[in-house]
């Protein structure tokens, strides 16, 4: 498992060096991520809501629907995940034209602390996807998320953290339907943000993230509720 960790960080940041044709106006993204555990289970759900514009508000570019239900295996704290989304995608400029998708995904959260104050999050994603006008296809994903907290040593009340992460978009297929194609590298994200930990179980984040992919680098303003109850 540390040698496929390892291999997946290495791979994440050698994506930024994709040569990108940067968009010059910055989007912004509106989320909502919950998670609940079912009291004396090992099951519980999570998912999250996402509204997605390619300016501050107003050009659709995606509105995103995810619930999942989860499991814990005993004495761990690994969350297994088999789940759902449904994604409606808007076109950057002034058409209203809109594609739809239909996701299915299977996850594994796995949380790693270095030291008193580094808090890691490895997530691996596999989805199967049904957009609209292709083929089926499918993804791979892997996500390095960073939590470090600022003015405390935990993720307590109070705590305002530095919130980083990058995120890895790897498409299992190149023929997406009538002759055309697409890339095995699919996207990068990198992301830099300040938290605060309202209590102990809501947080709130404000921070940055730049797209890339083949065609097209672009940042994106993120604001989002981090909800467990």
Same mark, same amino acid.
């Given at each position: 498992?540390?040698?496929?960790?390892?291999?997946?960080?290495?791979?994440?940041?050698? =994506?930024?060096?994709?040569?990108?044709?940067?968009?010059?106006?910055?989007? #912004?993204?509106?989320?909502?991520?919950?998670?609940?555990?079912?009291? %004396?289970?090992?099951?519980?759900?999570?998912?999250? @809501?996402?509204?997605? %514009?390619?300016?501050? @508000?107003?050009? @659709?570019?995606?509105?995103?629907?995810?619930?999942?239900?989860?499991?814990?295996?005993?004495?761990?704290?690994?969350?297994?995940?088999f789940g759902? #989304?449904n994604i409606t995608?808007?076109?950057?400029?002034?058409?209203?034209?809109?594609?739809?998708?239909?996701?299915? !995904?299977?996850? #594994?959260?796995?949380?790693?602390?270095?030291?008193?104050?580094?808090?890691?999050?490895?997530?691996?994603?596999?989805?199967?996807?049904?957009?609209?006008?292709?083929?089926?296809?499918?993804? !791979?994903?892997?996500?390095?998320?960073? %939590?470090?907290?600022? %003015?405390?040593?935990?993720?307590?009340?109070? #705590?305002?953290? =530095? =919130?980083? !992460?990058?995120?890895?978009?790897?498409?299992?297929?190149?023929?997406?339907?009538?002759?055309?194609?697409?890339? @095995?590298?699919?996207?990068?994200?990198?992301?830099?943000?300040?938290?605060?930990?309202?209590?102990?179980?809501?947080?709130?984040?404000?921070?940055?993230?730049?797209?890339?992919?083949? =065609?097209?680098?672009?940042?994106?303003?993120?604001?989002?509720?981090?909800?467990?109850?």
């Open positions: 498992m540390k040698k496929i960790i390892a291999i997946c960080v290495l791979s994440l940041f050698a =994506a930024n060096g994709f040569s990108q044709v940067e968009s010059g106006q910055t989007g #912004a993204w509106y989320m909502y991520f919950f998670n609940r555990q079912f009291k %004396n289970s090992q099951f519980g759900i999570q998912g999250d @809501l996402q509204y997605r %514009n390619w300016n501050t @508000l107003g050009d @659709l570019e995606q509105l995103l629907v995810r619930i999942g239900l989860t499991y814990t295996p005993k004495e761990s704290k690994v969350l297994l995940t759902y #989304a995608t808007g076109v950057f400029g002034d058409s209203n034209d809109i594609s739809s998708e239909n996701r299915i !995904y299977q996850e #594994a959260l796995i949380p790693q602390k270095i030291g008193s104050r580094i808090y890691l999050t490895h997530r691996f994603r596999y989805e199967q996807r049904f957009v609209e006008d292709q083929d089926f296809r499918t993804r !791979y994903r892997y996500n390095l998320f960073m %939590n470090v907290p600022i %003015n405390k040593y935990s993720l307590e009340k109070g #705590a305002i953290y =530095a =919130a980083l !992460y990058n995120e890895l978009f790897i498409n299992g297929q190149e023929d997406i339907g009538n002759s055309r194609t697409v890339e @095995l590298f699919d996207r990068n994200r990198t992301y830099l943000g300040l938290g605060y930990v309202i209590k102990s179980r809501q947080r709130i984040q404000l921070g940055w993230m730049n797209q890339k992919t083949v =065609a097209l680098g672009k940042g994106q303003l993120q604001l989002s509720f981090h909800h467990n109850f």
